[in-house]
Structures are given as structure tokens and as C-alpha cells.
């Protein structure tokens, strides 16, 4: 399980605008937490059902949950940015017309890896309660659960271990 070192730091560009910053460390190298965060088949287990994510600068992927009242079920996302084993940061739009961005950044630190988490965009009285009471606890919840089950779950030969009582997929 990670190490919850999280902060809530709200970057404000008007009073209800928020975003979510988190961290966790994990007894892993940034190899293998990078794998969870690029691997279609990994992200699948801990975060969303996906097919087409990768770590190229451009690709557009679709990451698919269960429908919610207020939420159509999917996320478009697109990647901004790579950097490998460092970087990694996507677009991300839930609702139509709402486009955020999600920036993971991993840290080599002498026990493992810093996987540090930014999700930003949130605004107006409706983002900020998404942000604050919905994405927030979502996100520290599969950061300290999912992810570090299905890292825990990757072996040193590189294989995944799946467990379907747990992974999402």
C-alpha cells in the first residue's frame, strides 16, 4: 500500500476554482508504477476500462466507467505531455465541453517511487464540490487501494497477476 503523503493544495483563480493534488509513495521502482499509469491493461485494473492508452504525445484514448447520475459513463482524454518513467499528462473530459488536465509525475526516492497526482480545471461552485467531494476521494481512494494492489500485483518478471474479485476491469 502507498504511503499517503497528500496535500491539498487548491491552485485558485477564482474563489471556488480547485484542484486536487496528491501524493503517494510505494515501495516500487518508477518502472513499474510507470507501467500502471501507460499499460491499457493495468490502468484498466485499478482506474477505468481502457483499450488505447499510451505514452505518446497526441493519442487520444477513452477511459469507461459505470454511468452515474451527472456523469455519461467515459472520460476523452488525450496526451499533452511525456516524459518516460517521470511524466505523464492527459486531457481529461468527463462531461462535454468540460476539458481538464491530469499530470502524474513520478519521483525515484531511496524506498521506491513518488507518484504525485494533479488533476486540475475544476471550476465555478460545481467544480469545486466535484473536485472537493466527489474526484478528490476517488482519486486518494484508488491511489492507496487499487494502485497499490495491482502494483503489488506486477512481478519482478514484469508479469500481472490479476485478481477479479478487486481489478476493475
Do not use: N
Not at 468527463?94 to 476539458?99: N, S, T
Amino acid at each position: 500500500m502507498g504511503t499517503d503523503t497528500s496535500t491539498s493544495a487548491p491552485r485558485r483563480r477564482g474563489f471556488f476554482d480547485a484542484t486536487i493534488c496528491l501524493e503517494r509513495d510505494y515501495p516500487h521502482a518508477p518502472e513499474k508504477v510507470w507501467r500502471a499509469l501507460t499499460e491499457p491493461r493495468l490502468v484498466s485494473a485499478w482506474l477505468m476500462k481502457t483499450v488505447d492508452v499510451a505514452p505518446v504525445v497526441g493519442t487520444k484514448f477513452r477511459l469507461t466507467g459505470t454511468p452515474q447520475p451527472g456523469w455519461r459513463g467515459w472520460v476523452e482524454c488525450e496526451v499533452l505531455a511525456v516524459e518516460p518513467q517521470r511524466l505523464f499528462r492527459y486531457s481529461w473530459s468527463g462531461q462535454e465541453g468540460q476539458v481538464m488536465e491530469v499530470t502524474w509525475t513520478l519521483d525515484a526516492i531511496p524506498t521506491g517511487t513518488r507518484l504525485t497526482l494533479r488533476h486540475e480545471g475544476f471550476e465555478g461552485v460545481g467544480g469545486f464540490l466535484l473536485a472537493k467531494l466527489m474526484m478528490g476521494p476517488g482519486w486518494k481512494k484508488m491511489m492507496s487501494g487499487t494502485l497499490a494492489s495491482v502494483l503489488s500485483r506486477v512481478g519482478d518478471d514484469g508479469a500481472f497477476r490479476a485478481d477479479p474479485t478487486i481489478d476493475r476491469s
